[in-house]
């Protein structure tokens, strides 16, 4: 069950659109189910006799008459609105159900508390089978104003009763880290225009995967001018910096025609400026050219990163590990966005899940995961797909969002862990599509057999205790193909055997041998490593050009999101 809490000045004009026929003709039957007084409280929606204007008319006489015994002069946002709705699959509930619902609510956020004489006025209006809107004007008998501070908050909580008391489905309870969701005015503007999400929606994913790309503030504004957004900043009177800014999304305008804005903490409370710049190096730092000569050290280092990043999850340093998640969610922006086969949409969906188990109530320490958040920003640079790397990459991304969602719920973090669940399910079967192939083809190009049998015996010797469960997984013989590419790249295979088996992932995988491989997989490759390594020595190492910003990140082309073209 889900409340809805928004605050107006206009009585006459929502009572009007609750009993009307709505925006698409969907008020079938409204109709009054609770109110202040019901025999006080006319009901268009129940008298057919009298002309509805009329009615309308007599109910805001009746719902504002607090306001106008103040002697005309109306407080501001008087107005207190709050649709109630039941979640997709819940039961049917009654008019009366309805109604112990809306005195429930009303009681709980502080606008009519039980027993409260002098207490606001209010209806409940009942127009469709899963929800209701109460209305309410925030002026009580004595002429001062309820006590409606965490309205909202205080709403959620008693939804969560009623939940478990009414026997519906139990919703995660927030933390006040969600961002705002679209209101119906906006959801009905984008169904209106054909568009499956609302400008607000649209903005927020376009703001999170150009703040994942690019490396400072300027470049943040400049590419989000590219993609045909508007940006418009505000400046400090006395410092002349900027202090804040707010998007418009291309085509969005208001009833005169101009532009509709967000502000930056309006779309996700990380987007707003001063957390921005808690991600964002200086200028200095991020001016500095970081030069390549092996194309696939970006992937390396990201999956590096990841690593670390599930490591610092089983720390005591929450702040830390609260820090890598944002810089996590950063890279599946720029996995999504250097990634090129069909198995792409699964990973934007996972890194637009993500976005709600990036935050918390947790401040996270951004300055502990540099290393993950630059790894992740060179991935927008990468001019390739390295095949079987990628997969290894996007292999590590599967266990971290599993260990993400783990770590959220043992702290409390309901809503977060189930965004974090959801991004893994995306993560699995994007897994799924890029690896099977790759799996395949390593089994079909496996070794000789004496070679595969010397390799089992580094498998014996070096990890006894997991050997037979490796040797049984049915992709040991992918394995095999990779031991023989490694160690043809320079690896003793004992060696690195027993280097990447002390992972935590092998006790619990149900399959180790594909654990092995793309562990291995992602292993440097020491002969391109000691040959950069003796060209630096004698002075005349490889320089690429500066990578320049992506003009538009993959993810966040319109085009391609299915919002404005």
């Not at 906006?186 to 703001?207: H, I, M, N, P, Y």
């Not at 101009?258 to 990380?270: F, H, I, Q, T």
């Not at 390799?455 to 040797?471: F, G, K, M, N, S």
């Not at 004992?494 to 088996?501: K, T």
């Amino acid at each position: 069950m889900v409340p809805d809490v928004s605050t107006g000045s206009d009585t006459r004009g929502l009572i009007v659109y609750l009993f009307g026929p709505g925006r698409r003709d969907e008020h079938t039957d409204p109709h009054i189910v609770a109110a202040w007084d019901m025999a006080g409280a006319p009901d268009p929606g129940r008298n057919p006799a009298a002309t509805y204007t009329r009615l309308a008319k007599r109910l805001d006489t009746h719902v504002d008459l607090r306001t106008r015994e103040l002697g005309g002069k109306k407080p501001p946002q008087h107005v207190w609105h709050c649709p109630v709705r039941t979640a997709p699959g819940d039961r049917y509930l009654t008019d009366a159900e309805w109604a112990e619902v809306a005195r429930r609510i009303v009681h709980a956020a502080g606008i009519a508390p039980e027993g409260d004489e002098k207490a606001c006025r209010w209806i409940a209006v009942r127009h469709a089978d899963d929800h209701i809107h109460i209305m309410a004007t925030t002026v009580r008998a004595d002429g001062r104003r309820p006590r409606t501070h965490h309205d909202g908050q205080r709403a959620q909580a008693e939804c969560r009763k009623i939940e478990a008391e009414f026997g519906l489905r139990r919703l995660n309870p927030g933390d006040l880290t969600a961002p705002r969701t679209p209101t119906g005015a906006e959801r009905a503007k984008a169904e209106r225009q054909g568009q499956t999400v609302t400008a607000r929606q649209w903005l927020r994913e376009q703001a999170y995967a150009v703040a994942a790309a690019v490396h400072n503030e300027a470049d943040y504004f400049t590419v989000l001018q590219s993609l045909g957004i508007k940006v418009k900043t505000r400046i400090g009177p006395e410092t002349g910096d900027v202090i804040g800014y707010s998007l418009a999304a291309p085509g969005d305008t208001n009833a005169a025609g101009e532009p509709v804005w967000y502000g930056g903490s309006k779309l996700a409370p990380d987007l707003s400026i001063n957390r921005l710049r808690e991600r964002l190096p200086d200028q200095k730092v991020a001016d500095h050219p970081r030069y390549r000569a092996d194309p696939a050290a970006p992937w390396h280092h990201t999956t590096t990163g990841i690593h670390t990043a599930r490591t610092i999850l089983d720390s005591d340093d929450d702040a830390a590990a609260q820090g890598h998640l944002a810089a996590f969610g950063d890279a599946l922006y720029n996995i999504a966005s250097a990634t090129t086969g069909p198995h792409r949409a699964e990973l934007q969906a996972a890194a637009m899940a993500f976005n709600r188990a990036r935050r918390s109530a947790t401040r996270a320490d951004h300055q502990a995961a540099t290393a993950l958040r630059k790894a992740a920003k060179e991935l927008a640079y990468a001019s390739n797909e390295p095949g079987g790397l990628a997969i290894a990459l996007l292999f590590a991304t599967v266990h971290l969002a599993r260990a993400a969602a783990k770590w959220h719920e043992q702290r409390g973090h309901e809503q977060q862990a189930a965004a974090a669940e959801e991004a893994f399910r995306h993560l699995q079967a994007g897994y799924q599509q890029a690896a099977a192939p790759v799996l395949a083809d390593l089994a079909h190009r496996a070794p000789r057999d004496a070679t595969a049998r010397r390799y089992e015996q580094d498998v014996r010797a070096t990890l006894p205790d997991h050997a037979d469960r490796i040797l049984a997984d049915p992709t040991w013989i992918a394995l095999t193909t990779t031991l023989a590419h490694a160690e043809t790249a320079g690896h003793n295979p004992r060696r690195l055997l027993a280097e990447v088996g002390t992972q935590r992932e092998l006790d619990s995988a149900e399959r180790p041998a594909e654990v092995l491989n793309w562990r291995i997989t992602a292993q440097p490759n020491r002969r391109t490593q000691a040959a950069r390594s003796r060209s630096t020595t004698s002075g005349t190492s490889a320089r690429s050009a500066t990578p320049h910003p992506p003009v538009a990140p993959v993810a966040t082309r319109p085009k391609e999101h299915g919002r404005h073209r």
